[in-house]
């Protein structure tokens, strides 16, 4: 009869037990030095190792002859521990035996001396699965037991043990095993069963065990069937696991928003042998591994990707801001949860995910508005310089603004009741012909530096325009209110001072002008009559 690949390969040592030399060196000293424990309890995620280690401390503690605190595998004791024939060894599943009852038959059997062996070994596998009677019954007996008894627990959920069972265990932490070490794992048992795999193949199989070296060598088993050679494209075919190809294709399409291509992939993908779900689970992963080489542009050893996955991570990454990676990695998570409580509609929820990736302005979450932010101040940045650019370009003598053609006057207009908040210059009837008012070129840059002094002040200049006739320099802005806001003396000389700096002459108070863009116009004349 066929034995399974995991089965076959089990540990016959603690010394090849992969990925928890933390624990079974500590094992294997207790063992050479005599220096056991009455009671064990081995807990972390499931193929870690938990029983394997508990089969091998039963063997290396009853092993006539152990080898630097392994068992020799030879002995009487080894042999009749491999084969089940000793009976001082017992194996008891908590998730099938998790009634008081059981609890009871060991408290009354423990007593007995051994049969054959030295110790009398019980491992409870799943010991959470116990019912709270069956944990009261073990616990008098957990904390003293005979000499001659050792309790090994071994569980996947330790958060459901009561903390009176783990106080009375040595606890030992199984970790998720590392991805090369299960690649070297799956490595060597293809070489020895004469399997033929590419090591990219190794990889997603190590990948997809979520560290458990069971499940590893189970999914290695699976590839193998009927096939030659063990390569990227079957493994990903026979474990239904989504093609990166299609994962950086559609993130790709998203980042250029480009919601036809976007439709094209997710069509591809529902074509393909891969479950829609399994594909939205891995463009998640990818969205992920993206936000960190964006946050972390050193992070690749992390991600445990190789050299050409990461650089087409990083890649792909350059067309997002991080702002909106986060935006986008909400909005997968909750299409996920969405496809799981409508299977049946899980393409839908796919296909109105994207759009809503592709146009920001669908997303009304606190994340997609921080990513509109973003791209909106990456905008204005480069409104703001362009206009520089160019005016640096030009040679001051050929940048020309259009001019606004005063109508004559004798005498300056009235000021409307309210509308003034800083006193213009006096005009006589001696003063030179004036100048007409012009666009004020670098007022954005001016807004700039208001906005680094008072953050309120330049968010009520946003959006407004500014005009010079040389000597004066007016503002229109939106709204009374905020002409009264800027009409302050202190806040007048901010802004005197700051159109200064960037003009580079003196500016007083007296010089700027403040006008709602709403303000009546006379007669005859345009809305720069008044001040010409």
């Known amino acids: ?35 056991l424990s009455h009671a064990y309890l081995f807990c972390g995620s499931r193929g870690t190792g938990k029983t394997t280690c508990a089969k091998l401390l039963a ?20 042999r009749g521990i491999d084969s089940g024939a000793s009976t001082d060894v017992v194996e008891m599943d908590a998730a099938s035996n998790n009634g008081v009852d059981y609890i009871r038959d060991i408290r009354e059997a423990v007593v007995y001396t051994p049969a054959d062996l030295k110790y009398r070994v019980y491992i409870v596998d799943e010991v959470h699965m116990l019912s709270s009677g069956a944990f009261n019954a073990l616990l008098k007996t957990l904390e003293e037991p005979p000499s001659h008894v ?35 794992r799956i490595m060597e048992i293809s070489a020895a069963e004469d399997i033929s ?12 065990s979520r560290g458990g070296m069971r499940d590893a060598v189970s999914m290695l088993e699976l590839c193998a069937g009927g096939r030659e050679r063990v390569t990227e494209d079957s493994v990903s075919e026979s474990l239904g696991v989504s093609s990166r190809e299609l994962v950086v294709a559609l993130a790709s399409a998203i980042a250029d928003r480009n919601i036809g291509e976007c439709f094209s992939v997710i069509a591809r993908a529902e074509n393909s042998s891969v479950d829609i779900s399994v594909f939205w689970q891995t463009l998640t992963e990818f969205y992920r591994d993206m ?18 996955e990461e650089e087409e991570c990083r890649r792909v990454a350059e067309g997002y801001t991080i702002q909106r990676l986060i935006a986008n990695a909400r909005e997968l998570d909750d299409c996920g949860v969405r496809m799981q409580r409508n299977s049946s509609r899980r393409r839908i929820c796919a296909e109105m995910s994207v759009v809503r990736m592709c146009d920001d302005s669908l997303d009304d979450s606190l994340a997609s508005l921080a990513s509109r932010i973003s791209s909106l101040e990456e905008r204005m940045a480069g409104i703001k310089s362009a206009p520089r650019v160019a005016a640096e370009e030009k040679p001051a003598a050929q940048v020309k603004e259009p001019a606004f053609a005063p109508a004559p006057k004798s005498a300056p207009a009235p000021i409307p009741s309210g509308e003034p908040v800083a006193a213009e210059p006096t005009v006589t009837a001696s003063t030179e012909t004036k100048k007409a008012f012009t666009a004020l070129p670098s007022w954005p840059e001016v807004i700039d530096r208001i906005s680094q002094k008072n ?27 905020a002409m009264s806001m800027l009409g302050k003396p202190d806040t007048l ?8 700096s960037v003009v580079g ?28």
């Open 1 to 35: 009869m066929h034995q399974a690949l995991y089965r076959k390969w089990r540990p016959k040592t603690f010394s090849e037990v992969c990925g928890q030399d933390h624990i079974t060196s500590v094992l294997r000293y207790q063992v050479a030095e005599n220096r």
């Open 59 to 78: 063997k290396a503690v009853n092993c006539i002859t152990p080898i630097d605190g392994n068992p020799c595998g030879v002995c009487a004791a080894c």
């Open 150 to 184: 050792i309790f090994i627990l071994a569980t996947t959920e330790l958060h459901k043990l009561p903390a009176t069972i783990i106080s009375r265990c040595q606890r030992y932490d199984f970790r998720r095993i590392p991805v090369p070490v299960i690649v070297d």
């Open 197 to 208: 795999i590419d090591e990219d193949a190794a990889a997603i199989i190590a990948k997809q």
């Open 291 to 308: 936000i960190i080489i964006k946050t972390f542009p050193s992070g690749g050893g992390y991600l445990e990707l190789t050299a050409s």
């Open 455 to 481: 953050k309120a002040v330049s968010s009520f200049l946003m959006g407004t325009t500014a005009m010079s006739d040389g000597d004066r320099y007016m503002i229109r802005v939106k709204n009374a209110f």
């Open 493 to 500: 000389d901010l802004i005197a001072e700051s159109i200064g």
């Open 505 to 532: 002459r003196g500016v007083t108070a007296g010089q700027v002008i403040i006008r709602t863009a709403d303000a009546p116009k006379k007669s005859g004349g345009d809305i720069l009559s008044e001040f010409n």
